[in-house]
């Protein structure tokens, strides 16, 4: 393929154009995905972390492997977590949990 120096010009801007877009997205899913772990309300007892969101309230205790067991009603519904607490939050509020 015989590429003429405005057709690189062209797509190298695009592909510039592109890059601030994403950057541009990043940063405003950061700021939703922060105002969303706001909502959901977090108190902390002992080795449980209670997660309380829309009426929706979950037990989150860390097993051997530093992953968390979550529970709702005394019902296990992810037994390994490998996220955060930050990330099972995000879940919660978006309701991927």
Known sequence: MNMSIAQYRAVQNRRMMAEKELELAE?????????????????????????????RELKCVKNMHNRYRVSENKKVIASDCSGGIRDIRLALAIGEI
Request: charged share 20%; no cysteine; proline share 0%.
């Open 27 to 55: 940063t405003v899913l950061k700021n939703f995905e922060a105002d969303l772990r706001s909502r959901v309300q977090m108190h902390v007892g002992g080795n449980t972390i209670t997660l309380v969101f829309e009426g």
